[in-house]
């Protein structure tokens, strides 16, 4: 590779994650630490750390020059973001590249454009891509109740310039549209920067199905398949699992071919997620967003796929051509994943941050654990509350939820709440076990969990 040293630009469970892939592809490693990082899993690991600023993130993690500079006085040739903080942001990869400092992901036009999900409905539609009725650029809330009587209630107001359930609010009914667009616009503002708005049709009785793709500087663009990520709560995902249950082989290839051909006609480079949401009842599906970096719940698809997405990003960054054909990409068994976090189920999910007294993950050829933690560990207030992913292999769906729901019976931590108690219930539920998932499903959940689910010891 054109580079033998690399600033992992990011903390946690993927700090952890892209070091290992680091190590296998022999590369060496400079961690980026905030003061509260200092004693971490991955600063343990890395070859070796430097101190980027406080505990904030935003004088520490969320800052280009800070990072770009990290990577400079540390002599790194690389520079991977890992997902979350700044791994979709244009302005430090721009800030690489006039360094001489490669980024482990996509071109800076590639994040921008595909960032304002304005101009990628837009890229959509104008490659033939589906989109969900809906309205450009929103400026007030009774431009906004004039579109929705147009595409009919309810609608989905969302923040053009960012996502992960940010600025996202559904209106149901005309008097609640003046109160929703502003709450709605100052979350979106206060997130990103940028209070802009623009409309969708909402859609009831949807999943969220996204697929994985890789894309090389010479035109070559495969999918690796799709994940379904409708368990969610607050638009935040709680599980995921590859393949999607419950639609047809004909849908299923349709959502393929329609992230592929949005990827290819981008000339997207490196690895990236294309999420749709599909109309249950319509049996049709939309785009939703394209995400420019590595997704949390990409070890599904690494699971069923035997392929190493990270090292894919890194021989991508590298120059290389993508190693293997669309046709020598093969699906295997049933993967799901939970997300573990520091939470009180029973208090609303309350951060519940503090010291792990007892950390005891199960321990099986069928199940992976991607996490930063371990007993002693103490988990920061200043930071998302993601403790670990469980990820469970199965020969079929039916055999990998069962899996998944012992593996979460036998997962025992000490000294904080987690949402261990509450995955275990969600796996447990008829619904969720005969794939009948939709995005409401979670919350529906929520108001049947059992009294003390999640409750601290």
């Given at each position: ?395 079929d769906r039916g055999q990998a939820v069962a899996r998944m729901r012992d593996a979460l019976a036998h997962f025992e931590v000490g000294g904080i709440g987690t949402t261990l108690p509450f995955l275990h219930f969600v796996m447990g539920h008829e619904d969720f076990a005969a794939g009948r998932v939709n995005t409401r499903l979670v919350e529906e959940l929520i108001a049947q969990m059992p009294n003390g689910v999640g409750?601290?010891?």
């Amino acid at each position: 590779m054109p580079f033998t040293r690399v600033l992992v630009a990011n903390r946690g469970e993927i700090a952890v994650r892209i070091i290992h892939a680091c190590q296998t592809l022999g590369l060496e490693t400079v961690l980026a630490v905030s003061e509260a990082d200092r004693d971490s899993l991955p600063a343990r690991m890395a070859d070796r750390t430097v101190c980027i600023g406080p505990s904030a993130a935003t004088q520490s993690y969320l800052d280009p020059r800070i990072i770009v500079t990290a990577a400079l006085g540390t002599g790194a040739e690389a520079l991977h973001p890992g997902y979350g903080f700044l791994a979709e942001s244009a302005e430090l990869a721009e800030l690489c590249a006039a360094h001489g400092i490669t980024f482990v992901g996509p071109q800076p036009d590639h994040i921008r454009r595909m960032g304002n999900k304005l101009e990628a409905r837009t890229l959509a539609r104008l490659h033939g891509v589906p989109i969900l009725p809906g309205s450009e650029k929103v400026h007030s809330w009774e431009e906004a109740a004039k579109i929705a009587e147009r595409i009919g209630l309810p609608v989905m107001m969302k923040a053009a310039a960012g996502g992960g359930g940010r600025g996202m609010k559904v209106v149901t009914a005309p008097g609640d549209m003046q109160r929703m667009f502003t709450a709605a616009s100052a979350e979106a503002r206060s997130a990103f920067g940028d209070g802009t708005l623009y409309l969708e049709r909402f859609i009831p009785n949807a999943r969220h199905i996204e697929v994985q793709v890789l894309g090389d500087r010479f035109g070559n663009v495969i999918q690796l398949g799709e994940r379904d990520c409708s368990l969610q709560r607050r638009h935040q995902k709680v599980v995921e699992e590859a393949p999607a249950p419950a639609i047809t082989e004909t849908l299923r290839e349709e959502i393929h071919q329609a992230a592929v051909t949005l990827a290819g006609k981008i000339a997207y480079e490196s690895a990236g997620t294309i999420e749709f949401i599909v109309d249950q009842d319509a049996k049709t599906f939309y785009f939703l967003e394209m995400n420019t970096r590595i997704q949390v719940e990409h070890p599904v698809t690494e699971t069923i796929t035997g392929i190493d997405l990270v090292q894919e990003q890194f021989r991508i960054a590298a120059g290389e051509r993508l190693s293997f054909s669309q046709a020598e990409v093969n699906f295997t068994g049933h993967a799901i994943e939970c997300r573990i976090t520091a939470e009180l189920p029973h208090e609303g999910f309350r951060p519940n941050p503090g010291r792990i007294t007892a950390w005891n993950p199960p321990v099986a050829p069928h199940i992976r654990l991607d996490t930063h933690c371990y007993a002693g560990y103490v988990v920061p207030i200043f930071y998302d509350s993601l403790l670990a992913k469980l990820i469970v292999y199965g020969a079929d769906r039916g055999q990998a939820v069962a899996r998944m729901r012992d593996a979460l019976a036998h997962f025992e931590v000490g000294g904080i709440g987690t949402t261990l108690p509450f995955l275990h219930f969600v796996m447990g539920h008829e619904d969720f076990a005969a794939g009948r998932v939709n995005t409401r499903l979670v919350e529906e959940l929520i108001a049947q969990m059992p009294n003390g689910v999640g409750a601290t010891e």
